[in-house]
Protein backbone atom coordinates (compact mmCIF):
# COMPACT_ATOMS: atom_id res chain seq x y z
CA UNK A 1 0.00 0.00 0.00
CA UNK A 2 1.26 3.61 -0.85
CA UNK A 3 0.60 6.04 1.96
CA UNK A 4 1.91 9.41 1.85
CA UNK A 5 2.80 10.32 5.32
CA UNK A 6 6.66 10.81 6.39
CA UNK A 7 8.27 7.74 6.27
CA UNK A 8 10.79 6.16 8.74
CA UNK A 9 10.57 5.45 12.55
CA UNK A 10 8.67 8.52 14.50
CA UNK A 11 10.68 9.16 17.53
CA UNK A 12 9.49 11.19 20.30
CA UNK A 13 12.13 14.18 20.73
CA UNK A 14 14.46 13.78 23.60
CA UNK A 15 14.50 17.45 24.67
CA UNK A 16 11.14 18.78 24.04
CA UNK A 17 9.28 14.92 25.15
CA UNK A 18 6.15 16.89 23.43
CA UNK A 19 7.46 17.01 19.64
CA UNK A 20 7.50 13.83 16.99
CA UNK A 21 10.68 14.04 14.76
CA UNK A 22 11.41 11.69 12.14
CA UNK A 23 14.43 9.30 12.60
CA UNK A 24 15.49 9.71 9.15
CA UNK A 25 15.97 13.96 9.52
CA UNK A 26 13.00 14.57 8.48
CA UNK A 27 12.54 16.99 11.35
CA UNK A 28 9.46 17.58 12.78
CA UNK A 29 6.11 15.44 12.37
CA UNK A 30 3.88 16.74 14.91
CA UNK A 31 3.72 18.57 18.23
CA UNK A 32 1.07 17.72 20.82
CA UNK A 33 -0.61 20.23 22.95
CA UNK A 34 0.92 20.54 26.75
CA UNK A 35 -2.80 19.67 28.40
CA UNK A 36 -3.43 17.88 31.34
CA UNK A 37 -0.30 15.97 33.12
CA UNK A 38 0.02 12.39 31.48
CA UNK A 39 -2.26 12.98 29.01
CA UNK A 40 -0.23 14.83 26.45
CA UNK A 41 2.96 12.47 26.96
CA UNK A 42 0.41 9.35 26.44
CA UNK A 43 -0.78 11.13 23.03
CA UNK A 44 3.36 11.42 21.98
CA UNK A 45 3.71 8.11 22.39
CA UNK A 46 0.63 6.88 20.24
CA UNK A 47 1.49 9.39 17.48
CA UNK A 48 4.88 8.42 17.65
CA UNK A 49 4.08 5.00 16.73
CA UNK A 50 1.19 5.31 14.27
CA UNK A 51 2.94 4.18 11.54
CA UNK A 52 4.00 0.86 13.01
CA UNK A 53 0.83 0.65 13.80
CA UNK A 54 -0.49 1.62 10.50
CA UNK A 55 1.80 -1.07 9.49
CA UNK A 56 0.97 -3.94 11.62
CA UNK A 57 -2.71 -3.66 10.67
CA UNK A 58 -1.90 -3.94 6.94
CA UNK A 59 0.17 -6.62 6.84
CA UNK A 60 -2.15 -8.47 9.45
CA UNK A 61 -5.20 -7.62 7.69
CA UNK A 62 -4.03 -8.86 4.52
CA UNK A 63 -2.69 -12.29 6.33
CA UNK A 64 -5.91 -13.01 8.40
CA UNK A 65 -8.41 -12.47 5.32
CA UNK A 66 -6.60 -14.75 3.20
CA UNK A 67 -6.29 -17.03 5.81
CA UNK A 68 -10.19 -17.08 6.79
CA UNK A 69 -11.40 -17.02 2.86
CA UNK A 70 -9.72 -20.50 2.96
CA UNK A 71 -11.14 -22.14 6.18
CA UNK A 72 -14.29 -20.53 6.75
CA UNK A 73 -16.77 -22.82 7.26
CA UNK A 74 -19.30 -20.74 7.20
CA UNK A 75 -19.16 -18.73 3.96
CA UNK A 76 -16.61 -20.85 2.45
CA UNK A 77 -14.96 -18.01 1.77
CA UNK A 78 -17.64 -15.77 -0.22
CA UNK A 79 -18.01 -13.45 3.17
CA UNK A 80 -21.78 -13.99 1.99
CA UNK A 81 -24.27 -16.87 4.17
CA UNK A 82 -27.85 -17.91 2.85
CA UNK A 83 -29.53 -19.16 5.41
CA UNK A 84 -33.53 -19.74 4.93
CA UNK A 85 -33.42 -17.43 1.40
CA UNK A 86 -31.75 -14.60 3.55
CA UNK A 87 -28.33 -13.20 2.83
CA UNK A 88 -25.99 -12.05 6.14
CA UNK A 89 -22.58 -10.86 6.23
CA UNK A 90 -20.35 -13.18 7.28
CA UNK A 91 -18.54 -12.43 10.71
CA UNK A 92 -15.30 -12.23 9.23
CA UNK A 93 -16.39 -9.61 6.34
CA UNK A 94 -18.29 -7.79 8.88
CA UNK A 95 -14.83 -7.44 10.72
CA UNK A 96 -12.86 -6.84 7.40
CA UNK A 97 -15.17 -3.73 6.76
CA UNK A 98 -14.32 -2.05 10.50
CA UNK A 99 -10.92 -2.84 10.01
CA UNK A 100 -10.85 -1.49 6.71
CA UNK A 101 -12.10 1.58 7.49
CA UNK A 102 -9.39 2.29 10.00
CA UNK A 103 -6.50 2.10 7.29
CA UNK A 104 -9.00 3.96 5.22
CA UNK A 105 -9.28 6.41 7.53
CA UNK A 106 -5.18 6.97 8.46
CA UNK A 107 -4.51 6.60 4.70
CA UNK A 108 -7.12 8.67 2.28
Not at 4 to 24: R, Y
Not at 27 to 36: C, D, H, K, L, P
Not at 69 to 80: D, P, Q
Given at each position: ????????????????????????????????????I?????????????????????????Q???????T?????????????G?????A????????L????????
Amino acid sequence: MNTQHTKGEWLISPIHPNQIKGNAGTGEIATVSENRIGEWEANAKLIAAAPELLMSLIDFHKQAMAELKKTCKYCEGTGSINHNGSNYQCAHNVSDFAVLAAIEKATK
